[in-house]
């Protein structure tokens, strides 16, 4: 165990499948080319990215031409959301968001803020689930939009995306609606027909494909406003070129996930209980943040630790030579407590001791069995040094 | 910018830490909603006041644990007047440097082994409590750390104005809006300001909101 890295922070990025990695070789050596006519090499690859689409539209129960590469999830949210917004900015100026919203969407709807638009902020409840009757009373007569993430980021709440749709049916003028399923993708069954969205976001690194490698699912018949100018390479959303090599890592990690997908879900499933039944069952005062069972995501643990903070715990895990992630104020960019866990009614201390563990196929019991051993013992450690911890213990003597 | 070894060292075998018995003194600066909080306790000489023994408790990060580690070793053996002289910038020198960001739990370390010192001095006739006044704001000022360069805002003349007035507390600040941590600054000085009973308001200013 001391040898290797134990990574189980697989939410942000993933490690690219080594079979992933032997399919994007040929790309960027011999057939690199762009696709173009009348010629063989362009015809190659018009033929390849035609087989990669396929592959990925398959996954989605998409048709080919309607899914679009892109540079990576984050591009794929702002060609749809600009565009969308563009091409509707006539028809209202009202559009609905959450609170725990990845923030793509929560940053797209700051700057459509300051653009003059109106945004609604539906608020969480205690296990960071958005409900479709909040969606309801938020809609108004000029409500273009409403956007939100399939599965959140921080505490994999699964959110009623059959109630959603219900809502946005029976609304009396069409509502657009955008889906970031980046933590969804490849760790539930994810229908766009059943779905009923307009457009819907993926991206490869997150299911052992490469960085910088995403597609956006437009509807057919969907209008968005052009957010990149330039020449079209590979696709006419995202202009310009585009990696034919990490198209094709893309479309070799979804075929290794979704050959199948019942099989990953159920060990991602398996491995995450386990996880939470050895926390729950070695390390006192600990709280599950997020919902228990079939409505969280079959990866995502997160946990309170109570009267330590998560920078120190996470800095220890790592000398241990374990990576996870912590929501503590202290590990941020911007010194703030995680934005998801606060709308959700948690506390400072609960943000600053949480941890988040996110699973892949590539993990195993035992790394879990050492990581929690570990885990343990600093918390014994950190526990010691803690005022909080030992104004408690104190008073219990 | 990455943890210095030193800062490794210390936050994963910190010194003197732990809760010393019949303290003669004690402090807790810093609270849990701003992510860190650290206890600090004295045994005091009587006849030298020579710090004898110190001991620290922290709910906080590997700065803050590092540095109140680091600062517990500079202040044993030392009388209060010599530790009085410890400062955050000497320790962050000690313990090679910090990243900008991190420089605020350094500052709470060191304020809480002053706090410490100065309840001790109290408690035994050796000064007066003092007076809050504008001279109280500007100190407590001095202890809040602009994260992005790792220096306190009146060094870095952020604060171009302080009023004080019957627990009134007037502060302009020179923070832009599109400054992401105006926010940060504005809530740390709130922080530091109303554990004093005296203060009552504090309106805080910038030039554009």
Partial sequence: MNNHRIYMDNCVTTPVAPEVLEVMKPYFLEKFWFPGTFISTGEETNAAIAQFKEIIAKALNASPEEIHFTSGGTLANNIALKGLIGANANKGRHIIVSLVDYPDLLTNAAYFEKQGFEVSYLEPDSEGWISADKLKEAIRPDTILFMSTVVNHVVGTIQPMADYKKVIETADHKIFWHLDAGQAFGKMHLDVQDLGVDTLSVSAHKIHGPQGIGALFVKKGTKLSQLIHGVTRVDQLQTGGISIALIAGFAKAVEMTFSDLDANISYLRELSNYLLEKLESTIPDIELNGPRGDKRVCHNINVSISYIEGESITMMLDLNGVTVATGSACASQGLKPNYVLMAMGKNHIQSHGSMKFTLSRYNTKEEIDYTVEKLAEITSTLRERSPLYQAIHNKER | ?209
């Fill in chain 2, 1 to 209: 910018m990455q943890y210095s070894q030193t800062v490794l060292d210390h936050f994963m075998h910190p010194h003197n830490v732990g809760k010393l018995d019949n303290a003669d003194a004690e402090a807790t600066e810093g609270s849990p909603a701003c992510g860190d909080q650290v206890t600090m306790f004295l045994k005091v000489n009587p006849e030298t006041k020579v710090i004898e023994d110190i001991k620290f408790l922290s709910y906080g990060c590997a700065s803050n644990i590092a540095t109140a580690s680091i600062i517990t070793d500079l202040a044993k053996g030392k009388t209060l007047d010599e530790a009085k002289q410890i400062t955050w910038q000497q320790a962050m020198e000690e313990l090679g440097g910090l990243p900008p960001i991190k420089v605020h739990c350094a500052v709470l370390a060191v304020d809480t082994l002053q706090s410490a010192i100065s309840n001790y001095e109290i408690a035994h006739g050796l000064k007066e409590v003092p007076n809050f006044g504008k001279d109280t704001i500007i100190e407590e000022l001095k202890k809040i750390i602009y994260p992005k360069v790792g220096e306190d805002i009146i060094n870095l003349k952020m604060v171009k104005y302080v009023g004080y007035n019957d627990g009134e507390v007037i502060i302009d600040l020179n923070m832009m809006s599109f400054d992401q941590w105006r926010d940060n600054i504005a809530e740390e000085i709130r922080e530091h300001l109303s554990k004093y009973p005296e203060v009552k308001n504090i309106q805080i200013n910038f030039p554009d909101s």
